[in-house]
């Protein structure tokens, strides 16, 4: 009696939660309990769960019998046992659980765990009750900054830029889906040195500027312009260093040359952060201006500054690697600075409570000398976490640091633009063009176009430089956003062709169970279930990539499962006899979990494509 409203309890529970179970979470305390209670002398017992990749060996296993046979061998507890052994009593403590089918052990004591289909189907059809993909539970909500994208005022928007916007982008997403409190800031570099120069050039090709908007349209010309003065007239180099100190020193008319000059590059930002359907808070270094000089002074007033050569420089908690420019020798702020005050801030005014940025692997010592002085500083205390969200370089074809052919970097609009050609392409070679509308045809181009440079970045472990191709990326087969995005236009059809109304999907919902008796619907179900545990494990490591490998291992189960069994039945005139709801329905679960992978990929799925 007892154990069977306990059972009733969990189910109910389950089926009601706003929450998807991660059976990672729920093998785990069930094992770590299990494992606590067999050895109760040891603390802290090694508890391993891994999912399975071969079905012979179970759905998951627990793979803690080797480690605690070494650990019970070195404590020399005198009698030694086999790890077989301490799996068989690890096996007696798990409790029951509604998760769980059965248990065994195979092997040198790995215990091989066979999940239960009623469970699977209990949270599958959980999410088809709420009507969308739920959530892992999460215990603590949090405020968390990224800091993200971050291009540099004149200075060209990069690949590196690129790639922080795409990584930054979908890392935001994956929070505020979890249900945090994300504040998404663009650091742009608005603040530097190039801007005496900068200013310096526009009052001289355009002196009126202050009544007249001066046509600028390319910023990097112009900069390059600049530069080139700069280099090679002493006169012109000291005026730009004397604009840069009275624009530091906020005079109206220097304020107002550095508005016009950042209004021009935040046009051509926020063209391409449209495009990319990327929302972005802009703070530039030039909004801790202020915040800079507070910040000296702190530091100094509590003897954390040192004198180098003229310069003051503050070094980690350990004196470990480089220490930070704080003030130049001219007196001047450096990106050390306008860091040390943004951090200040980010923690003390904003509350964050998590603070990452997703930077170029490049300036992985930056960060790291970063945050040990704001340690050491007692600005970053042991309840913030700090995160570093390198990645590796951008590179041709020619495995060469991406360039055009001309040896110049890349300008993102024509890189978007490019794609936009390479997708219509595509689109053409099967001949879309006369199926789809004008309108259809060109949100399907913009879809794969962009997700496609997305998807290409995502799916590769950020960590690792990464072959920018776009034959590859607009590839139909494999891991790619092309095929996933055509994937998901043909399950989203199956229902379509089999007449199933939104009605009758709604009806069929409380009453039809979802089918997984068949070897693949249970296969392509346990893919599914993953989902938590692969979304958390991302709240750890910050790797995108093994979310864009679940959506491949979901297309793929899919089209094994679709092999493999029938949805509907149809007679030899081809006229459909039969519907099997139970599939149609699993069919429903993966298209919708499909489209909350790419939400949170930043890909943007159409109906027709
Ligand atoms: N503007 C910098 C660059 O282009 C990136 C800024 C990153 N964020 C920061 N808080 N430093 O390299």
Same mark, same amino acid.
């Given at each position: 009696?007892?154990?069977?409203?306990?059972?009733?309890?969990?189910?109910?529970?389950?089926?009601?939660?706003?929450?998807?179970?991660?059976?990672?979470?729920?093998?785990?305390?069930?094992?770590?309990?299990?494992?606590?209670?067999?050895?109760? $002398?040891?603390?802290?017992?090694?508890?391993?769960?891994?999912?399975?990749?071969?079905?012979?060996?179970?759905?998951?296993?627990?793979?803690?019998?080797?480690?605690?046979?070494?650990?019970?061998?070195?404590?020399?507890?005198?009698?030694?046992?086999?790890?077989?052994?301490?799996?068989?009593?690890?096996?007696?403590?798990?409790?029951?659980?509604?998760?769980?089918?059965?248990?065994?052990?195979?092997?040198?004591?790995?215990?091989?765990?066979?999940?239960?289909?009623?469970?699977?189907?209990?949270?599958?059809?959980?999410?088809?009750? *709420?009507?969308?993909?739920?959530?892992?539970?999460?215990?603590?909500?949090?405020?968390?900054?990224?800091?993200?994208?971050?291009?540099?005022?004149?200075?060209?928007?990069?690949?590196?830029?690129?790639?922080?916007?795409?990584?930054?982008?979908?890392?935001?997403?994956?929070?505020?889906?979890?249900?945090?409190?994300?504040?998404?800031?663009? *650091?742009?570099?608005? /603040?530097?040195?190039?801007?005496?120069?900068?200013?310096?050039?526009?009052?001289?090709?355009?002196?009126?500027?202050?009544?007249?908007?001066?046509?600028?349209? $390319?910023?990097?010309?112009?900069?390059?312009?600049?530069?080139?003065?700069?280099?090679?007239?002493?006169?012109?180099?000291?005026?730009?260093?004397?604009?840069?100190?009275?624009?530091?020193?906020?005079?109206?008319?220097?304020?107002?040359? /550095?508005?016009?000059?950042?209004?021009?590059?935040?046009?051509?930002?926020?063209?391409?952060?449209?495009?990319?359907?990327?929302?972005?808070?802009?703070?530039?270094?030039?909004?801790?201006? %202020?915040?800079?000089?507070?910040?000296?002074?702190?530091?100094?007033?509590?003897?954390?500054?040192?004198? $180098?050569?003229?310069?003051?420089?503050? /070094?980690?908690?350990?004196?470990?690697?480089?220490?930070?420019?704080?003030?130049?020798?001219?007196?001047?702020?450096?990106?050390?600075?306008?860091?040390?005050?943004?951090?200040?801030?980010?923690? @003390?005014?904003?509350?964050?409570?998590?603070?990452?940025?997703?930077?170029?692997?490049?300036?992985?010592?930056?960060?790291?000398?970063?945050? %040990?002085?704001?340690?050491?500083?007692?600005?970053?205390?042991?309840?913030?976490?700090?995160?570093?969200?390198?990645?590796?370089?951008?590179?041709?074809?020619?495995?060469?640091?991406?360039?055009?052919?001309?040896?110049?970097?890349?300008?993102?609009?024509?890189?978007?633009?490019?794609?936009?050609?390479?997708?219509?392409?595509?689109?053409?070679?099967?001949?879309?063009?006369?199926?789809?509308?004008?309108?259809?045809?060109?949100?399907?181009?913009?879809?794969?176009?962009?997700?496609?440079?997305?998807?290409?970045?995502?799916?590769?472990?950020?960590?690792?430089?990464?072959?920018?191709?776009?034959?590859?990326?607009?590839?139909?087969?494999?891991?790619?956003?092309?095929?996933?995005?055509?994937?998901?236009?043909?399950?989203?059809?199956?229902?379509?062709?089999?007449?199933?109304?939104?009605?009758?999907?709604?009806?069929?919902?409380?009453?039809?169970?979802?089918?997984?008796?068949?070897?693949?619907? /249970?296969?392509?179900?346990?893919?599914?279930?993953?989902?938590?545990?692969?979304?958390?494990?991302?709240?750890?490591?910050?790797?995108? *990539?093994?979310?864009?490998?679940?959506?491949?291992?979901?297309?793929?189960?899919?089209?094994?499962?679709?092999?493999?069994?029938?949805?509907?039945?149809?007679?030899?005139?081809?006229?459909?006899?039969?519907?099997?709801?139970?599939?149609?329905?699993?069919?429903?679960?993966?298209?919708?979990?499909?489209?909350?992978?790419?939400?949170?990929?930043?890909?943007?799925? @159409?109906?027709?494509?």
């Amino acid at each position: 009696e007892e154990r069977k409203s306990k059972h009733l309890a969990v189910s109910t529970n389950m089926s009601e939660s706003g929450h998807m179970v991660s059976i990672y979470d729920t093998l785990y305390t069930l094992f770590e309990k299990a494992i606590i209670e067999a050895y109760p $002398d040891l603390t802290d017992p090694p508890v391993v769960i891994s999912s399975s990749n071969n079905p012979k060996f179970g759905d998951y296993q627990c793979n803690s019998a080797l480690p605690l046979c070494k650990l019970l061998g070195s404590a020399s507890q005198g009698k030694k046992v086999s790890p077989r052994e301490i799996a068989d009593k690890i096996i007696l403590k798990v409790a029951s659980s509604p998760l769980v089918e059965k248990l065994e052990v195979a092997g040198a004591g790995f215990i091989n765990i066979y999940l239960k289909r009623e469970f699977g189907q209990a949270i599958l059809a959980n999410i088809l009750k *709420h009507g969308k993909v739920l959530s892992p539970p999460v215990v603590q909500k949090r405020r968390i900054l990224v800091d993200f994208s971050s291009p540099n005022v004149a200075k060209e928007m990069h690949v590196g830029h690129l790639r922080s916007t795409i990584i930054g982008d979908s890392i935001a997403r994956l929070l505020e889906f979890l249900g945090h409190d994300v504040l998404r800031i663009n *650091h742009i570099g608005d /603040w530097g040195t190039q801007f005496g120069m900068l200013i310096a050039h526009l009052e001289d090709k355009f002196p009126n500027y202050t009544t007249e908007s001066p046509p600028i349209s $390319d910023l990097q010309s112009f900069y390059k312009e600049s530069k080139v003065r700069f280099d090679e007239d002493e006169e012109f180099k000291k005026r730009a260093y004397a604009c840069v100190v009275k624009l530091q020193a906020h005079e109206p008319k220097y304020i107002q040359a /550095w508005k016009l000059i950042c209004d021009v590059s935040r046009k051509e930002f926020q063209s391409i952060y449209n495009r990319l359907d990327i929302k972005l808070i802009e703070r530039g270094e030039s909004f801790y201006h %202020s915040r800079m000089k507070d910040i000296v002074k702190e530091l100094e007033e509590k003897n954390f500054l040192e004198e $180098d050569e003229g310069r003051k420089i503050m /070094w980690g908690e350990n004196r470990e690697g480089i220490p930070l420019t704080i003030v130049k020798r001219d007196g001047g702020f450096t990106y050390d600075t306008s860091d040390m005050a943004a951090i200040k801030h980010r923690i @003390v005014e904003e509350k964050a409570e998590w603070v990452i940025y997703v930077v170029d692997a490049g300036q992985a010592t930056h960060f790291q000398i970063m945050e %040990s002085c704001a340690r050491r500083a007692r600005i970053v205390l042991s309840c913030h976490n700090i995160d570093f969200v390198g990645f590796g370089v951008v590179l041709g074809e020619d495995k060469k640091k991406f360039k055009t052919r001309s040896g110049d970097t890349v300008k993102l609009s024509q890189l978007l633009d490019e794609g936009l050609k390479r997708a219509e392409q595509k689109l053409m070679e099967k001949e879309r063009d006369k199926v789809l509308t004008k309108e259809e045809f060109n949100k399907a181009k913009e879809s794969i176009a962009y997700g496609c440079i997305k998807y290409a970045d995502l799916c590769h472990n950020r960590n690792h430089d990464y072959v920018f191709s776009f034959d590859k990326m607009t590839e139909d087969k494999g891991n790619t956003a092309v095929y996933l995005l055509y994937a998901l236009t043909r399950i989203r059809s199956i229902a379509r062709t089999a007449n199933v109304s939104r009605e009758e999907m709604q009806e069929a919902i409380g009453k039809t169970p979802i089918s997984l008796e068949h070897e693949k619907e /249970w296969k392509l179900a346990k893919v599914l279930l993953k989902f938590p545990d692969v979304i958390l494990k991302i709240t750890k490591d910050l790797c995108l *990539h093994t979310l864009c490998e679940l959506c491949y291992e979901i297309a793929c189960a899919f089209t094994e499962f679709y092999d493999n069994c029938y949805c509907v039945e149809k007679n030899q005139t081809g006229e459909i006899v039969k519907v099997n709801m139970g599939r149609i329905l699993l069919t429903e679960v993966t298209a919708m979990m499909l489209e909350q992978c790419f939400a949170l990929l930043g890909l943007k799925p @159409v109906e027709k494509m």
